[in-house]
């Protein structure tokens, strides 16, 4: 069931069925001030659409990173438009950008970042805890998720007994637990072998993916370039091309 997302100034194209996951809209970011100025998102256009997996790519250093932190709501932008399911999140307060995140963001790291003395369940069911659910409940609903990728005899490892492949399925269902509509991942495959970064991808199209939701990952990794729909490209913080796949797995 998708939550109703916490929208401020809901814009038609995002809200309507079939529209639109993510909307930025000549956004600029910079660090630093005087001397230490640096621009490193320029003038930034760029659509997601819902039910699509699209990949970020690029060279070291070109913005990626910082561009999915603007949308997810976590860096602050110096102008433009960032709208999430028809809200526009950079006009949010901090702490209705933080409510925000909670109901409508899942994130997927490189690293995992899975506590190692919590189980795998006790792991997944973390954001449902923070949120207030009943802690029977998380740890139920974090069950399903783990056998959803595949982790169903694995639910009372803790992380250090786990492969490498194995937690960052952890870290999956960390993200899909509280079904979220914008799921970022962030170099998710850099970590893994090739077949296994191949198995995480067909699940992120797999179980993540659905009409309602989007997925955005970031990456270097040649050998996923397949699971994505679009692929946008950048450099030196500017979109420099934004096509369809054709090399696209179905």
């Known amino acids: 069931m998708v939550k109703p997302s916490l929208a401020v ?5 995002a809200a309507a069925p079939g ?3 993510v909307s ?17 998102l320029k003038d930034i256009n760029l659509d997601v659409r819902r039910g699509e997996l699209m990949l ?87 069950r399903h998720y783990l056998s959803l990728v595949g982790l169903g005899e694995r639910l009372e490892h803790f992380p250090p007994q786990l492969s490498g492949g194995q937690q960052q399925r952890v870290a999956i269902a960390r993200a899909l637990v509280a079904e979220p509509r914008l799921v970022v ?8 072998d090739s077949s296994t970064g191949q198995l995480v991808m067909e699940m992120f199209r797999n179980v993540a993916l659905s009409a309602e939701r989007a997925i955005v990952v970031v990456t270097h990794d040649n050998r996923i370039f397949s699971y994505g729909d679009r692929i946008a490209e950048m450099l030196d913080g500017r979109i420099v091309d934004i096509h369809d796949n054709p090399d696209r797995v179905k």
Request: hydrophobic residues 45%; proline residues 6%; glycine residues 10%.
């Open 9 to 13: 100034a809901t814009s038609p194209a």
């Open 19 to 21: 529209g639109l996951a």
């Open 24 to 40: 930025l809209q000549g956004v600029n970011k910079s660090f630093g001030m005087g001397n230490t100025y640096l621009p490193v």
């Open 56 to 142: 970020l790519v690029g060279p070291s250093g070109c913005g990626k990173t910082t561009l999915l932190s603007v949308m997810a709501g976590i860096l602050d932008v110096d102008n433009g438009v960032v709208d999430v399911f028809g809200a526009r999140v950079d006009k949010l307060s901090q702490s209705k950008k933080t409510r925000f995140r909670q109901a409508n963001i899942g994130f997927i790291f490189q690293q995992f970042n899975l506590i190692p003395t919590l189980t795998a369940t006790e792991n997944v069911a973390v954001p449902l805890i923070i949120a207030g659910q009943p802690y029977r409940a998380a740890l139920e609903r974090a």
């Open 185 to 192: 991942c962030d170099e998710p495959t850099a970590a893994l």
